[in-house]
């Protein structure tokens, strides 16, 4: 992620700025943070993704979002764009707005070269501070490596690591499975 701009600028007018960009970009302490595009591989991951969990959540009270969602890491302070997101039962819509949520539950990262460090580390440690979070998964784009973090009852955070398409990773927090032969359909690695 590359900085876009030097000047701080208060969460009002970032709001703003994003209603009208061509391109998105995240926030954090009143600088602007430019988001690069997506590769056909990360496209394929991330609807990948969605449609596994659509298909075994569509009957339940969950909204799966793609990158274009807001999340609302800290008020006022820092949003981002996760590749996917999961929210089961109410919304918790941040200041009223429709395209910005406090309360994801689970949260998929595709990692590329310039995003790696950052998903891994700070943004990691950023998103363990929001309370309805419980898994957060990152997958790679470029080989077949799947890292999932999961809470557990005592707001502890560990971590499965799989690398073969015949694993399948267990969202606890959601009661399914998804193959990672499935995150990587129509992939060759």
């Not at 700025?17 to 394929?44: D, Q």
């Not at 395209?99 to 994801?104: G, R, Y």
């Not at 009852?153 to 499965?160: D, F, K, N, P, S």
Request: hydrophobic share 35%; proline share 3%.
């Amino acid at each position: 992620m590359q900085k876009a701009s030097q000047k701080t600028i208060p969460p009002a007018a970032y709001f703003e700025m994003e209603a009208c960009a061509e391109t998105k970009s995240e926030y954090y302490k009143g600088e602007i943070f430019a988001m690069t595009g997506a590769s056909h591989r990360h496209n394929v991951i991330g609807v990948n993704i969605i449609a596994a969990l659509h298909n075994r959540l569509r009957d339940r009270d969950c909204f799966i979002y793609g990158g274009d969602m807001k999340v609302e890491v800290e008020a006022d302070t820092h949003y981002t764009y996760p590749d996917v997101s999961i929210v089961c039962g109410n919304v918790d819509f941040a200041g009223g707005r429709d395209d910005t949520f406090k309360n994801p539950l689970a949260i998929f990262e595709i990692l590329s070269a310039s995003t790696r460090d950052y998903d891994r580390g700070s943004k990691f440690k950023a998103y363990r501070k929001i309370p309805s979070l419980q898994e957060y998964v990152l997958v790679d784009q470029y080989t077949v490596s799947v890292e999932h973090f999961y809470k557990d009852g005592v707001g502890g955070w560990h971590l499965e690591e799989f690398e073969s398409r015949d694993a399948s990773i267990a969202i606890r927090s959601l009661s399914v499975e998804i193959g990672i032969g499935d995150i990587y359909h129509r992939l060759e690695n």
